[in-house]
């Protein structure tokens, strides 16, 4: 029988550190081989299935992500953003009630048909046009603003061009594509499209809705929006969408960390990769975005000192403040000074004494100025001596000078005594 013990004991010293030299490398490969996004996207590159998308900070526009997103493409039911808003804007009683042409009876591809003569009020329309998503709604909106589907279609183009979708053309009010192969729009239009339309708080107000109740001829039937993504809580719509040549589409809005986002994903394979596209976009971008106050103007930026002889000394701070939406793990801030040469004194309050320059990766992002923080006077040497501490000095400098006098007087006079006693 062998001793396991002793046959450890004798395995050469070798062979033991090449066996913990090829465990350490196994331990290092698997690690670095380990997903990047196991602790979140802090990469400026997403992996997703999506034939297009976009993600922009709302407030100003400027684009975080994009994949392919000029690139024409259809749009399906993201359409009725459209559709809704210059509905919207071209009716004045939305508790009229209306009735259902033949245009715009039947199912048309939606969870419930209208039945011609069926007396619904435009606010319904509306409400069943954005959240369920319902093809015959627009068509009925279409209808009342203009009297036919065509001319209505004209003026959500030219609504798209006045906001600036410019690389649009809708077709029709709904987004069924299959006679309308033209009936294309981009990522980026999209995005333009459901900002404009957010800022009408009716619209805000019913893509944000779950679930609902509208009444034809009376009889109440339950709507649930189509998107479920309304189920996190730092999302506020927009919209949904699918045709066989669309695929999945979502064009979301999102408020989170004080960061509004418009998130936009057209031509998924599947609802699932469609949802997983999207918080993928959304948890990269709120994991790596945020505003940054680079430029604080309560803050002294520096002090310099002015002056010949005597330095004085000279708080600069900014005029003005400065905040950016940057990626926080990737972009590099520099601050950039210049300070004018000569200054003389006085210095006034707020005088303009040098330019602060920002940058973000190498561009330049802003010019502030750097003024005084406080108003300086010419410096002056003065002394000041009131009759009280005057009296004082001129009685210890005689009461000193006749100590020394007596001092002097008396080692004079010890002295002569000295050598007088010496000679006699």
């Not at 509306?126 to 068509?139: F, Q, R, Y």
């Not at 893509?207 to 339950?222: F, L, M, P, R, S």
């Not at 403040?321 to 003389?344: A, G, V, Y």
């Amino acid at each position: 029988m062998i001793n396991k013990e002793s046959a450890f004991k004798q395995t050469p010293l070798k062979k033991i550190i090449f066996l913990f030299l090829s465990f350490m490398l196994i331990v290092s490969i698997s690690w670095l081989s380990f997903p990047a996004n196991i602790f979140g996207e802090t990469s400026d590159e997403v992996k997703i299935t999506a034939e297009s998308a976009l993600v922009v900070d709302f407030e100003t526009g400027n684009i975080l992500y994009e994949k392919n997103s000029n690139k024409k493409i259809f749009p399906a039911s993201t359409t009725k953003m459209l559709t809704a808003i210059v509905a919207i804007e071209n009716i004045s009683d939305y508790s009229e009630v209306v009735k259902i042409s033949k245009n715009a009876s039947g199912r048309n591809h939606s969870a419930f048909k209208f039945s011609k003569g069926g007396e619904i009020s435009l606010m319904d329309l509306l409400k069943a046009s954005l959240i369920c998503s319902h093809n015959n709604a627009t068509i009925a909106l279409a209808e009342y603003v203009c009297g036919n589907v065509e001319d209505f279609v004209k003026m959500m183009n030219l609504k798209a061009k006045e906001i600036g979708a410019v690389n649009s053309n809708f077709k029709n009010t709904n987004g069924l594509d299959s006679e309308y192969p033209n009936h294309k729009t981009t990522a980026y239009d999209l995005a333009l499209i459901a900002k404009y339309c957010l800022s009408n708080n009716l619209f805000k107000q019913i893509v944000n809705t779950q679930k609902d109740y509208i009444h034809i001829n009376g009889k109440e039937i339950e709507i649930k929006s189509t998107n479920d993504l309304l189920s996190y809580d730092y999302i506020g719509g927009v919209k949904t969408g699918y045709t066989e040549n669309a695929g999945f589409c979502i064009v979301l809005y999102s408020d989170k960390n004080d960061l509004e986002l418009i998130t936009v994903v057209l031509g998924c394979s599947s609802v699932e990769d469609r949802k997983n596209d999207s918080i993928r976009l959304l948890n990269w971008a709120y994991d790596n975005f945020d505003y940054v106050n680079i430029v604080d103007s309560s803050k002294v930026y520096k002090t310099i000192n002015i002056g010949d002889q005597t330095k004085v000394y000279v708080d600069l701070c900014p005029d003005s403040d400065f905040t950016k939406l940057i990626n926080i793990n990737s972009d590099e801030i520099s601050l950039k000074h210049d300070i004018d040469d000569d200054i003389k004194l006085p210095v006034l309050k707020n005088q303009v004494l040098g330019t602060l320059d920002v940058y973000i990766n190498d561009d330049k992002q802003a010019d502030i100025r750097l003024i005084s923080k406080d108003a300086i006077e010419k410096p002056y040497v003065y002394q000041k001596i009131d009759n009280n501490k005057e009296l004082q000095s001129r009685k210890m400098l005689f009461f000193l000078l006749v100590f020394y006098f007596f001092v002097f007087t008396f080692i004079i006079v010890k002295n002569l005594f000295v050598n007088r006693n010496q000679y006699t």
